[in-house]
């Protein structure tokens, strides 16, 4: 089935990477980034009528009502999934931690994508649309690592709340999913030197990078039917990281 999919962080990395498998599979997008890169112009060229972008600002918690929403998504338009994505990183140590960052990073990786789960639950309850939710979460929040702990804490908080909507909404057919990526190759890693890299593949079994693909089949797996029975679970795509 074709599918209305609200999708956050197009712009670049994993989300650009899942955009695309998804138009190529004919599911209508509806994008939120703060910029237009230019991949991301080339696919709205590709698919003029499935792909739908809007500017916001993720870390401006307030914006995120309906009348917004409804800006990108034409209201009567039921929504069969969201793709929670967009995150900020924060590299730091616990005793350099400061108040502005942290609240910027909870408003983007923890509060936005809650505000927007409960505008998608709620489309879905109006339109009887059994749903899927799907969080990005971070391999970071199982294992630790140092300089992780304020980003690993969002993810944990995600990790909670998607267990919990799978709970209070699976009776209306809504599900909810964690997936766990490993260190992946995108703009959120560019800056670890090859030394980092390699500190973090000793620690997986396989020794190398989660790759965008795998994490994007099984987005594309949660969204299929074959799924239907999965709810309340964390998926590991991580290179089996020990
Ligand atoms: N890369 C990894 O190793 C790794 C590992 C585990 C989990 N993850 C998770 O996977 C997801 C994707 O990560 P990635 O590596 O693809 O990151 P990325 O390359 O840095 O891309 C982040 C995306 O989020 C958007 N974004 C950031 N801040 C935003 C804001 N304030 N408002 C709206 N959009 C915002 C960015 O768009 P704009 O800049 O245009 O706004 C961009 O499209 C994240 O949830 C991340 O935590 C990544």
Known sequence: MK???LLTGVSSGLGLAICRSLLQEGHQVFGISRSFSPALEKLQQAYPALLHWQSLDLAETALIHAQQLSALIPKGTPIHAFINNAALAYDDLITNLQLDPLQQLFAVNVLSPMMLSKLCIRNMLLHRTAGNLI????????????GLAMYAATKGALEAFSKNTAREWGSKGIRSNCIVAGFMETDMTASLSQEQKDRIYKRTSLKKATTIDSVVSTIRFLLSEGAGSITGQNLFVDSGTI
């Open 3 to 5: 599918q209305n999919i």
């Open 135 to 146: 969080h990005l979460s971070s391999i970071s929040a199982h294992t630790g690592y140092k």
